[in-house]
């Protein structure tokens, strides 16, 4: 927790930071400000020296989508957590020339711990340990337990997540629905607890999946919109139209289970961190729909990068989402067999559940701290002896 470490600076205990988030995102965002990406112009791009060529810095992808404040009141008091995804109100990523929101809280640490594994983003780990100097390691990504325990069986999300809140179908019912439908022909919509289309968007995504050809389940969130509006209205009539091709659920939803049934071919998400490394472990490509903070540059590793997914939106993901370009994106998805197949092999490298180079990282993390016990127990003595 950010806000700790001067009590533990006091006794001169070091600390050592821990992200919640994905590197590639962190690693964007430093990049963008070394780049000095504050005077783009409209049009313009610029590579990032050290990252994957294909990671580019666009002028729109520094732009601010439009709409309110998230769902659950943003992120909270600065440093009242680890390190935290950037983002807050309707926004992207940190403003053009500002420096990563981060930075201050890691300052003076003496290494770096992100959720997240090799298998995902290997290339941004490094370029983090390059560019700030000191031990950089992945130890995650960090799911529940049951998650990793088998790669071919159904996670029941009850028994890990126990909650309270509402919902209009149990997991047995939702079981039913996917059974009944073919082999990954189901895309799943999903845009997680704090972040949402905006208002004027719900109807674009309604008529997308009206017109697409696939089964599908959305998940809309209670609460309201910065409208008042209740946002399960904005189904535009979408449950007259569909039939069972549909499963809309209002609420609480198995993400995980959903996640794991065969049936799940796509995953139409906001590319929040947990969201993309549970469906990146299951095997799950991705219609990206980036909203605001990191979820900019999550979309940016599974659609440039790893090559999972497609774009929900137009080349300007500042821009209000389209029907048009929503269902293209749906149904170039669901038709893609060498994306599955690219999807599939990420897969694979989870089948023997949490990641190796995650155990190697905590076990780098563990031989760092005892190489250095002597002088951390000298300096904890002298400390105490103050």
């Given at each position: 927790?950010?806000?700790?470490?001067?009590?533990?600076?006091?006794?001169?205990?070091?600390?050592?930071?821990?992200?919640?988030?994905?590197?590639?995102?962190?690693?964007?965002?430093?990049?963008?400000?070394?780049?000095?990406?504050?005077?783009?112009?409209?049009?313009?791009?610029?590579?990032?020296?050290?990252?994957?060529?294909?990671?580019?810095?666009?002028?729109?992808?520094?732009?601010?989508?439009?709409?309110?404040?998230?769902?659950?009141?943003?992120?909270?008091?600065?440093?009242?957590?680890?390190?935290?995804?950037?983002?807050?109100?309707?926004?992207?990523?940190?403003?053009?020339?500002?420096?990563?929101?981060?930075?201050?809280?890691?300052?003076?640490?003496?290494?770096?711990?992100?959720?997240?594994?090799?298998?995902?983003?290997?290339?941004?780990?490094?370029?983090?340990?390059?560019?700030?100097?000191?031990?950089?390691?992945?130890?995650?990504?960090?799911?529940?337990?049951?998650?990793?325990?088998?790669?071919?069986?159904?996670i029941r999300d009850r028994e890990i997540r126990q909650s309270k809140?509402?919902?209009?179908?149990?997991?047995?019912?939702?079981?039913?629905?996917?059974?009944?439908?073919?082999?990954?022909?189901?895309?799943?919509?999903?845009?997680?607890?704090?972040?949402?289309?905006?208002?004027?968007?719900?109807?674009?995504?309604?008529?997308?999946?009206?017109?697409?050809?696939?089964?599908?389940?959305?998940?809309?969130?209670?609460?309201?919109?910065?409208?008042?509006?209740?946002?399960?209205?904005?189904?535009?009539?979408?449950?007259?139209?569909?039939?069972?091709?549909?499963?809309?659920?209002?609420?609480?939803?198995?993400?995980?289970?959903?996640?794991?049934?065969?049936?799940?071919?796509?995953?139409?998400?906001?590319?929040?961190?947990?969201?993309?490394?549970?469906?990146?472990?299951?095997?799950?490509?991705?219609?990206?729909?980036?909203?605001?903070?990191?979820?900019?540059?999550?979309?940016?590793?599974?659609?440039?990068?790893?090559?999972?997914?497609?774009?929900?939106?137009?080349?300007d993901s500042s821009e209000m989402a389209k029907k048009e370009y929503?269902?293209?994106?749906?149904?170039?998805?669901?038709?893609?067999?060498?994306?599955?197949?690219?999807?599939?092999?990420?897969?694979?490298?989870?089948?023997?559940?949490?990641?190796?180079?995650s155990e190697a990282a905590l076990d780098a993390f563990r031989n760092?701290?005892?190489?250095?016990?002597?002088?951390?127990?000298?300096?904890?003595?002298?400390?105490?002896?103050?």
């Open positions: 927790m950010g806000w700790t470490k001067h009590v533990f600076w006091k006794f001169n205990i070091p600390v050592i930071s821990f992200f919640t988030f994905g590197a590639c995102a962190a690693a964007m965002e430093w990049g963008a400000w070394k780049a000095d990406t504050g005077n783009m112009k409209p049009g313009e791009f610029r590579t990032i020296p050290g990252l994957p060529e294909e990671m580019v810095i666009r002028y729109s992808d520094l732009k601010r989508r439009p709409g309110g404040p998230p769902r659950g009141g943003g992120a909270g008091p600065p440093g009242s957590t680890s390190v935290r995804p950037p983002g807050g109100g309707g926004g992207g990523p940190p403003k053009p020339g500002d420096q990563p929101p981060w930075v201050p809280l890691i300052d003076g640490s003496v290494a770096l711990m992100f959720n997240t594994c090799d298998d995902i983003e290997r290339p941004f780990l490094d370029y983090m340990a390059d560019q700030m100097g000191m031990p950089v390691w992945g130890v995650g990504p960090l799911l529940p337990e049951q998650y990793w325990k088998s790669s071919d069986t159904l809140r509402q919902t209009n179908y149990t997991e047995d019912e939702v079981i039913q629905w996917l059974d009944s439908k073919p082999r990954a022909s189901v895309l799943y919509v999903a845009f997680g607890s704090e972040t949402g289309p905006t208002t004027e968007e719900y109807p674009q995504l309604a008529d997308a999946l009206a017109d697409s050809s696939c089964p599908f389940i959305w998940v809309i969130q209670p609460g309201k919109d910065g409208s008042g509006s209740e946002e399960s209205s904005f189904t535009h009539g979408l449950d007259s139209k569909i039939g069972d091709r549909g499963l809309i659920i209002k609420g609480w939803a198995p993400q995980l289970l959903i996640l794991s049934h065969p049936s799940t071919g796509g995953f139409l998400s906001h590319c929040g961190w947990n969201s993309t490394a549970e469906a990146i472990g299951r095997g799950v490509p991705f219609v990206a729909w980036p909203i605001r903070g990191d979820q900019i540059y999550n979309a940016k590793l599974v659609v440039n990068h790893l090559r999972v997914g497609y774009m929900a939106l137009s080349g929503i269902l293209e994106g749906i149904e170039k998805l669901m038709g893609d067999e060498e994306m599955h197949k690219r999807a599939a092999v990420l897969r694979a490298k989870f089948e023997g559940g949490f990641p190796g180079s760092f701290i005892t190489a250095d016990r002597v002088i951390f127990e000298r300096l904890l003595r002298g400390a105490l002896e103050e």
